[in-house]
C-alpha cells in the first residue's frame, strides 16, 4: 500500500462561484410542460423497521423487495404487476419475517436471475421472467449489501462480520471466502457496505474507510489504499459522524468520500491516489461524460473535472433547500427532490432553471431514481409513483 504522501496530493486552491442572487422571476422561468404521472402501484412496507430494499431493473422489469419477504416485478412502462412471491411463506412461516436487506442485485451476464441477502445470512436467487426461486444458499454472516453480479459468473455478497465470499451464479455454491477484518458491523448502519465490481476486481470499503480491491477469481487482495485523510489545518466537524456511501468505478479510475467530506480519485490498477479534492463537504457525487458533480452540505452543485480534480464551477442557489438523497442526472439536467415535494429541473450546461413542479406523493420518500424516461419515487408507506420526464 502507498504511504500517505500530502505534498503530492492535489489540492484545489480557487473555486470558481457562481451564486445566483434572488431571482423574484423564477417561476417564469420554468418550462410549462407539466410532468405526467404514468402510474401507481404498491408494495407493502409495513414492519419495514430496519430496512426497505433498493430496487433494480433488467429487461424492461422493474424489482421491488421489502423486509418481509414480498419481491415483485412490474413492468416499467405501465406498472402493471408481472408476477409476486412471498419467500418469507416458503420457508419460516413460523417467523414473523424473512429479513430481507441491503437491496436487490441482478445478473450482469446472460443469466437472467436477481438476487437478494438477508440478516439470517441466507441468499436467494429468483428468475426473473416468472420469480421462481432457483436456488439458496447460506453465508457466513448477515448480508446487508447489495449482491454484486461480475462478468465471470460469480455473485459478491460481504457480510456484516467482514467475510468477502463469491458464489456461483447458476447453483449459488460457495467458490471462495476472504476474510477482511475482525470488526462487527452495526446491523443498522446498512450504508456501510460498499462493493463494486470493475473488469476483474472487487472495489470495497471496509468499515476503516481503506479501499481495498480484491481478484473476482480468488479474493487475492491486489492493492490497499486508506482514504482515512485528516487535515490538521481544517475542521473536521463532521469527521466521525457521517458515513458516505458513494463509490464511482469510471474509466480505470475509482472517485469515493472519505469520512470528512474529501473527494479521492484513485487509480484502479494500483490503488495510487491521483488527486483529493479538499474544497468543500462532499456528501454525495453523481457524474456524466464530462464531470463529476458533488453535492455538499450547504446544498451546493459543485461541477469537479474527472481528470484533474479542479473544480469548474459551483453553483448556489439559496433559495432552493433539496433533499440531496434523492437526485438524479437525466441527460443534460439535474433532478431533484425539495423538502416539499417539488421537483426542479437545472441544465448542467448554464445552470437555469427549466422546470419546478408540485408532485402528489403521500408520506415521507424513500427512493428516488430514473429507469429509462421515467422518474420513479418510493414512499415509505410502500407507494410506488412513476413520472414521464
Same mark, same amino acid.
Given at each position: 500500500?502507498?504511504?500517505?504522501?500530502? +505534498?503530492?496530493?492535489?489540492?484545489?486552491?480557487?473555486?470558481?462561484?457562481?451564486?445566483?442572487?434572488?431571482?423574484?422571476?423564477?417561476?417564469?422561468? %420554468?418550462?410549462?410542460?407539466?410532468?405526467?404521472?404514468?402510474?401507481?402501484?404498491?408494495?407493502?412496507?409495513? !414492519?419495514?423497521?430496519?430496512?426497505?430494499?433498493?430496487?433494480?431493473?433488467? !429487461?424492461?422489469?422493474?424489482?421491488?423487495?421489502?423486509?418481509? @419477504?414480498?419481491?415483485?416485478?412490474?413492468? =416499467?412502462?405501465?406498472?402493471?404487476?408481472?408476477?409476486?412471491?412471498?419467500?418469507?411463506?416458503?420457508?419460516?412461516?413460523? $417467523?414473523?419475517?424473512?429479513?430481507?436487506? @441491503?437491496?436487490?442485485?441482478?445478473?450482469?451476464?446472460?443469466?437472467?436471475?436477481?438476487?437478494?441477502?438477508?440478516?439470517?445470512?441466507? =441468499?436467494?436467487?429468483?428468475?426473473?421472467?416468472?420469480?421462481?426461486?432457483?436456488?439458496?444458499?447460506?453465508?457466513?454472516?448477515?448480508?446487508?449489501?447489495?449482491?454484486?453480479?461480475?462478468?465471470?459468473?460469480?455473485?459478491?455478497?460481504?457480510?456484516?462480520?467482514?467475510?468477502?465470499?463469491?458464489?456461483?451464479?447458476?447453483?449459488?455454491?460457495?467458490?471462495?471466502?476472504?476474510?477482511?477484518?475482525?470488526?462487527?458491523?452495526?446491523?443498522?448502519?446498512?450504508?456501510?457496505?460498499?462493493?463494486?465490481?470493475?473488469?476483474?476486481?472487487?472495489?470495497?470499503?471496509?468499515? $476503516?474507510?481503506?479501499?481495498?480491491?480484491?481478484?473476482?477469481?480468488?479474493?487475492?487482495?491486489?492493492?490497499?489504499?486508506?482514504?482515512?485523510? =485528516?487535515?490538521?489545518?481544517?475542521?473536521? /466537524?463532521?469527521?466521525?459522524?457521517? +458515513?458516505?456511501?458513494?463509490?464511482?468505478?469510471?474509466?480505470?479510475?475509482?472517485?469515493?468520500?472519505?469520512?470528512? @467530506?474529501? /473527494?479521492?480519485?484513485?487509480?484502479?490498477?494500483?490503488?495510487?491516489?491521483?488527486?483529493?479534492?479538499?474544497?468543500?463537504?462532499?456528501?454525495?457525487?453523481?457524474?456524466?461524460?464530462?464531470?463529476?458533480?458533488?453535492?455538499?452540505?450547504?446544498?451546493?452543485?459543485?461541477?469537479? !473535472?474527472?481528470?484533474?480534480?479542479?473544480?469548474?464551477?459551483?453553483?448556489?442557489?439559496?433559495?432552493?433547500?433539496?433533499?440531496?438523497?434523492?437526485?438524479?442526472?437525466?441527460?443534460?439536467?439535474?433532478?431533484? /427532490?425539495?423538502?416539499?415535494?417539488?421537483?426542479?429541473?437545472?441544465?448542467?450546461?448554464?445552470?437555469?432553471?427549466?422546470?419546478?413542479?408540485?408532485?402528489?406523493?403521500? @408520506?415521507?420518500?424513500?427512493?428516488?431514481?430514473? %429507469?429509462? !424516461?421515467?422518474?420513479?419515487?418510493?414512499?415509505?408507506?410502500?407507494?410506488?409513483?412513476?413520472?414521464?420526464?
Amino acid at each position: 500500500m502507498d504511504n500517505l504522501n500530502t +505534498e503530492n496530493f492535489f489540492h484545489v486552491t480557487s473555486e470558481i462561484n457562481y451564486i445566483h442572487k434572488k431571482d423574484l422571476s423564477l417561476q417564469k422561468n %420554468f418550462n410549462t410542460n407539466k410532468i405526467k404521472k404514468s402510474w401507481t402501484n404498491f408494495l407493502d412496507f409495513k !414492519n419495514m423497521k430496519y430496512s426497505q430494499l433498493i430496487p433494480a431493473n433488467k !429487461n424492461e422489469k422493474i424489482f421491488f423487495a421489502n423486509y418481509t @419477504g414480498t419481491v415483485k416485478a412490474i413492468n =416499467i412502462y405501465t406498472g402493471t404487476k408481472i408476477w409476486e412471491i412471498n419467500l418469507n411463506n416458503l420457508f419460516i412461516p413460523h $417467523k414473523k419475517n424473512i429479513k430481507l436487506a @441491503g437491496g436487490i442485485g441482478v445478473s450482469s451476464s446472460d443469466i437472467n436471475y436477481i438476487y437478494m441477502g438477508s440478516e439470517y445470512g441466507i =441468499i436467494y436467487a429468483l428468475d426473473i421472467n416468472n420469480g421462481k426461486l432457483i436456488w439458496k444458499q447460506k453465508t457466513l454472516g448477515k448480508i446487508l449489501s447489495i449482491p454484486q453480479s461480475t462478468n465471470y459468473g460469480v455473485l459478491i455478497i460481504y457480510t456484516n462480520n467482514g467475510f468477502l465470499q463469491a458464489l456461483n451464479e447458476i447453483d449459488g455454491s460457495i467458490q471462495w471466502t476472504k476474510k477482511i477484518n475482525n470488526e462487527v458491523f452495526n446491523t443498522y448502519k446498512y450504508d456501510i457496505f460498499f462493493v463494486k465490481i470493475f473488469s476483474d476486481k472487487v472495489i470495497l470499503i471496509d468499515n $476503516k474507510k481503506n479501499v481495498i480491491a480484491l481478484s473476482v477469481y480468488n479474493g487475492e487482495t491486489i492493492w490497499e489504499q486508506s482514504i482515512n485523510y =485528516i487535515d490538521h489545518k481544517k475542521n473536521n /466537524l463532521f469527521y466521525s459522524i457521517n +458515513e458516505k456511501k458513494d463509490v464511482i468505478v469510471l474509466d480505470n479510475k475509482i472517485y469515493v468520500i472519505s469520512k470528512n @467530506g474529501y /473527494l479521492f480519485c484513485l487509480n484502479s490498477e494500483s490503488g495510487k491516489i491521483l488527486w483529493i479534492n479538499k474544497s468543500i463537504y462532499i456528501s454525495k457525487i453523481l457524474y456524466d461524460k464530462n464531470n463529476l458533480y458533488a453535492i455538499d452540505q450547504y446544498y451546493k452543485i459543485i461541477a469537479i !473535472n474527472l481528470h484533474t480534480g479542479e473544480n469548474v464551477w459551483i453553483y448556489n442557489q439559496k433559495l432552493i433547500r433539496p433533499n440531496y438523497r434523492h437526485f438524479a442526472i437525466y441527460h443534460k439536467y439535474f433532478i431533484f /427532490l425539495d423538502q416539499n415535494k417539488y421537483v426542479y429541473q437545472i441544465n448542467i450546461n448554464n445552470r437555469k432553471y427549466i422546470k419546478k413542479e408540485k408532485i402528489n406523493i403521500s @408520506g415521507n420518500i424513500f427512493f428516488m431514481n430514473i %429507469f429509462k !424516461n421515467y422518474l420513479l419515487i418510493i414512499a415509505k408507506s410502500g407507494k410506488i409513483y412513476s413520472f414521464n420526464l
